[in-house]
């Protein structure tokens, strides 16, 4: 049983055949592209490192290796009061979507498609936004308008209906939003 982001699939259970386990049983080549189980985003994407992978479920990985919040472009800390690795930082980068962790992910994912093509092949790719930081080339950051985005009114009671074990987790008081306009 999981209830955070800490442990594994195979402590929590060691026995357990997931479905790309029973496509590679049955012949077929299993491939996994970027984040499908746990990662530490932004850390695991700078590092291109697997994250929290489950290694008996694949014949290829390819883990994705991107500069996310480091990369040169336009910054806004959205959230100045949290100072974690969880920050709602924007980055309109200069670079185009084969820059970015997920437009990586979805070029080696096409070459996968390519190499398997003429044999049974079991294929996920996992994708990292909208994580934060939210990294993206600048062309999608101006199709929306800041200030004309209205906030959402939150109902007192809005969490009522969640486990208290989760309510706290992140709230407005602790990012401590900041609506002003990007230059």
Do not use: C
């Not at 496509?23 to 077929?28: L, M, Q, S, T």
């Not at 990985?61 to 472009?73: F, L, N, W």
């Not at 336009?74 to 437009?103: I, N, Y």
């Not at 990586?104 to 934060?132: N, Q, S």
């Amino acid at each position: 049983k999981t209830l955070g982001n800490h442990g594994s699939l195979r402590e929590s259970m060691p026995n357990v055949v997931t479905v790309s386990q029973v496509f590679k049983k049955a012949g077929y080549k299993t491939a996994r592209v970027s984040k499908i189980y746990h990662m530490r985003i932004p850390m695991d994407i700078i590092e291109g490192l697997p994250g929290r992978d489950d290694p008996y479920s694949w014949d290829e990985t390819v883990d994705i290796q991107a500069p996310e919040h480091h990369e040169k472009g336009e910054s806004h800390f959205w959230s100045p009061g949290d100072k974690g690795s969880q920050t709602f930082q924007s980055v309109a980068t200069k670079g185009g979507d084969s820059t970015q962790a997920d437009g990586m992910a979805t070029d080696r994912a096409i070459e996968l498609l390519d190499k398997f093509k003429d044999e049974p092949f079991f294929l996920a790719v996992g994708y990292v936004r909208p994580h934060v930081p939210l990294v993206a080339p600048k062309k999608y950051f101006d199709l929306y308008k800041d200030m004309k985005m209205q906030v959402p009114q939150v109902p007192e009671n809005d969490l009522d209906d969640v486990p208290k074990l989760i309510r706290g987790y992140k709230s407005n008081d602790h990012y401590k939003k900041d609506r002003a306009v990007r230059k």
